[in-house]
C-alpha cells in the first residue's frame, strides 16, 4: 500500500485543519488505518486509530473531542478532522495502514507508513 498524505499548514490556536491520507496499490478495505504524529526532539506518538468498516474508532486521551477520524473505502481515503487546535499539537503527522485489528494500529503494529504532513499551530 501507497500512502499519501496531504492537508498539513500553519493554523492559528483555535483553528482547525483537516488531514486526508490517499491509499493504493492494495485494497484499502482490508486494512485498518491510523494517524500518529511526532514533534520535533520527541517520539512519534499515536493519535487515533479506525476500523477497516470504518465502525469502530479510538483516540488517543489528548485528541479525544477534538479530533475525529473517518474513512470512505469507496475513495481509498481516510482522514483527521482536527477542531480546537493547540499549540502542543505541532508535529509531523504521518498515516499508517495495518492489516490486523484495530489493536494493531494502537499498539504501532504498523504494516505501511506513509510520509508526513507539517502541521503547526501558532500561539
Do not use: H
Not at 37 to 46: C, I, L, M, N, T
Not at 65 to 81: C, D, H, M, P
Not at 88 to 104: P, Q
Amino acid at each position: 500500500v501507497q500512502l499519501q498524505a496531504s492537508g498539513g499548514g500553519l493554523v492559528q490556536a483555535g483553528g482547525s485543519l483537516r488531514l486526508s491520507c490517499a491509499a493504493s496499490g492494495r485494497t484499502f478495505s482490508d486494512y485498518c488505518m491510523g494517524w500518529f504524529r511526532q514533534a520535533p526532539g520527541k517520539e512519534r506518538e499515536f493519535v487515533a486509530a479506525i476500523s477497516w468498516s470504518g465502525g469502530s474508532t479510538y483516540y488517543a486521551d489528548s485528541v479525544k473531542g477534538r479530533f475525529t477520524i473517518s474513512r470512505r473505502n469507496a475513495k481509498n481515503t481516510v482522514y483527521l478532522q482536527m477542531n480546537s487546535l493547540r499549540p502542543e499539537d505541532t508535529a509531523v503527522y504521518y498515516c499508517a495502514a495495518a492489516m490486523g485489528a484495530l489493536d494493531s494500529v494502537i499498539k504501532s503494529i504498523i504494516d505501511y507508513w506513509g510520509q508526513g504532513t507539517q502541521v503547526t499551530v501558532s500561539s
